[in-house]
């Protein structure tokens, strides 16, 4: 959530900064600013605007006047926490006299009663933030004559919450200062230029020597150097990021927007994600888990934990779990894990699934149940994301930057990685024969393969899509391993079409739900030929005998449940467990149809921003 970046040492500041911004944007989509600090002396020449859709591109605008003599520069692009997407609260926030500028992405727990104690002390606030308490704590400590990194270490001393920073400062043109706890922020350099920012991706296009900044610590980067201190000042080595993403995955390629992009790019996401992951004899590798086959053995339970999509890949992979590596195996939304005194311990393995490894409520959910003695390993996305180095260990889905705010290649290759590491599981424990390993692996493999053929489905998905796309109100039922497919294609419609849309277990409808059913009422089901498919098409009976009109996912050639509902989204059989990875693919496309048909940009879903890194 928001995205910063940050430069020191070139003269086309502020066309980088605004190119950083546009990779950014996916963060948040608020508002957008920036500060760039005059080498000549003048001080800092700021600019923000809070108009929807045109924020970078407003600062842009040739009547702006900025510095000819650019030194360090921040940029910001928002998603609204404290305060209404306004010009007033973008960023980046000024201290009183101008002189000091801060952008920001996290939350300051407690910065109203630094406020209020700023305030008494003769300082002015003209924004309703969070964020404009660091400009004046900065102030107040530069003042006192502490240079500006120390400054800003007595200032972050004072701040609860989770914070990434970047600062400039008008009386030292040429610095940036950065500081972090929880939110990410990562250092780059060039020749004799320096950057921070919140991702790699904004990055990549000028560098490639990237560094991770610590909870903590504060860097103090100028064009030919970088040092990292941590709170009481005393000097942090920096480490080194490896990168194997190139520029080009981060655009858009030739598509009109990054989630179809993200949408094509599954089959490859998925086998990228099992490569080398399961031998010829059927036996599966995870050798950087660092956990040998009897140390995994020994766990008693597995606990996954996650957030929306991520959460429902998780349902999907605790079922698989039990299913395979017959040990108990849930699934928790993060959020809630942190706060309910759950018990667990030594015992317990707890899988992290994050696409980002910053999700907030996840990292926290982990971070306690590494306090309780818990094993982690994460299953993430980004190559030296808070959760990767925080975690006892690293499951990678390759997918492939995720630009797209709601999540597509991420969701299926967390899936596929999850279930290849349930049947490892079921090797460790000596739960699986041979022929079951076999089968079960050789099914994962093919799951690229029948991506591609619901791919080429895609114009019939779309023109199933454009006869519901006025609806307003949709139900998504499913059973076992069919529900988190519901869930997950609930969720789609609702971010992308603003449309509402519940998730159900089919066979809860009656307990409740069902009193909502009436003619107009559309259920999508998630009817392949599992093993309670009977059961889920008497649920179906159910709706249909109260008026709802049936969309089914349902395999090709099924010509009994074509029969028995009014569409059709078809898609090639597979192994029931691999069903997750296959069926959610035409309701992302049917999401994304009723999406555009509504008008709206699949890649900026109103009120989202691709990372949460607020509570
Ligand atoms: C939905 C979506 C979100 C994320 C969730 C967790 O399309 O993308 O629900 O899945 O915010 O994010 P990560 O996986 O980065 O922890």
Redesign the pocket.
């Known amino acids: 959530m928001c995205g910063i970046i940050g430069l020191t040492g070139s003269s086309d500041a502020l066309r980088i900064l605004r190119e950083g911004l546009e990779t950014l944007e996916y963060r948040g989509y608020d508002s957008a600013g920036i500060a760039i600090v005059d080498r000549d002396g003048s001080g800092i020449t700021r600019h923000r605007s809070a108009e929807q859709g045109h924020a970078i591109a407003d600062l842009g605008d040739p009547s702006l006047v900025w510095p000819v003599s650019p030194g360090a520069g921040i940029g910001h692009t928002r998603w609204a926490t404290h305060g209404a997407p306004t010009h007033d609260n973008a960023h980046p926030h000024a201290d009183c006299t101008g002189a000091i500028s801060v952008v920001h992405n996290g939350i300051i727990e407690n910065h109203r009663e630094l406020a209020a104690a700023l305030v008494a002390e003769g300082h002015s606030m003209s924004s309703a933030t969070d964020t404009e308490v660091v400009a004046h704590l900065i102030e107040r400590e530069h003042l006192r004559g502490l240079a500006p990194a120390d400054a800003v270490r007595s200032a972050v001393r004072e701040l609860r919450g989770d914070f990434a920073l970047c600062i400039v400062l008008a009386d030292e043109p040429d610095l940036l200062v950065a500081a972090r706890r929880t939110s990410p922020l990562i250092i780059g350099t060039g020749p004799s230029v320096g950057y921070v920012a919140s991702d790699i991706a904004a990055l990549l296009p000028m560098t490639r020597e990237l560094f991770t900044l610590g909870d903590d610590e504060v860097a103090e980067v100028r064009p030919n150097e970088i040092r990292v201190t941590d709170l009481e000042g005393g000097l942090v080595e920096l480490s080194p990021l490896r990168v194997t993403w190139d520029v080009r995955a981060a655009q858009k390629g030739g598509y009109d927007d990054f989630m179809t992009k993200e949408i094509h790019e599954q089959p490859s996401a998925v086998a990228e994600t099992l490569l080398g992951r399961f031998a010829d004899d059927g036996t599966t590798d995870f050798e950087e888990l660092g956990l040998t086959r009897s140390q995994l053995a020994a766990f008693h339970r597995v606990v996954f934990l996650?957030?929306?999509?991520?959460?429902h890949a998780a349902l999907s992979a605790s079922l698989a779990t039990e299913h395979f590596a017959r040990v108990p195996a849930s699934a928790e939304v993060a959020s809630e894990f942190r706060y309910r005194g759950a018990v667990i311990g030594p015992e317990t393995l707890v899988v992290v699934?994050?696409?980002?490894?910053?999700?907030v409520d996840?990292l926290h959910a982990m971070r306690e149940a590494k306090l309780q003695g818990a094993t982690t390993v994460a299953v993430t996305n980004v190559v030296g994301s808070v959760m990767a180095r925080e975690a006892d260990a690293v499951l990678y889905t390759r997918a492939g930057p995720e630009i797209g705010?709601?999540?597509t290649k991420?969701?299926l290759a967390q899936i596929a990685l999850l279930e290849a590491f349930a049947l490892h599981l079921a090797i460790a424990r000596g739960v699986i024969d041979a022929a079951s390993l076999t089968r079960a692996g050789a099914a994962l493999i093919e799951t690229p393969r029948l991506i591609t053929r619901c791919l080429d489905k895609i114009e019939e998905y779309f023109s199933v899509a454009q006869r519901y796309a006025d609806v307003n109100d949709f139900y998504f039922l499913g059973r076992r391993i069919g529900y988190p497919i519901a869930l997950e294609g609930a969720?789609?419609l609702k971010?992308l079409a603003y449309v509402r849309a519940e998730a159900y277990p089919a066979g809860e409808m009656k307990h409740g739900p069902i009193a909502l059913i009436e003619p107009g009422a559309i259920v999508v089901v998630v009817a392949t030929r599992t093993t309670l498919w009977e059961k889920v098409m008497a649920n179906v009976e159910e709706m249909r005998a109260r008026g709802a009109t049936i969309i089914a996912v349902a395999e090709e050639g099924d010509d009994e449940t074509e029969s028995l509902v009014d569409a059709v989204l078809s898609v090639p059989a597979t192994m029931e467990f691999c069903s997750p990875i296959i069926d959610v693919v035409p309701l992302q496309c049917f999401a994304y149809a009723i999406a555009r048909a509504r008008g709206n940009d699949p890649d900026r879903p109103r009120n989202l921003a691709?990372?949460?890194t607020v509570e």
Do not use: F, I, R
């Open positions: 996650a957030c929306g999509s991520s959460y699934v994050s696409q980002s490894g910053e999700s996840t705010v709601a999540s991420c969701h969720l789609k971010e691709k990372v949460v």
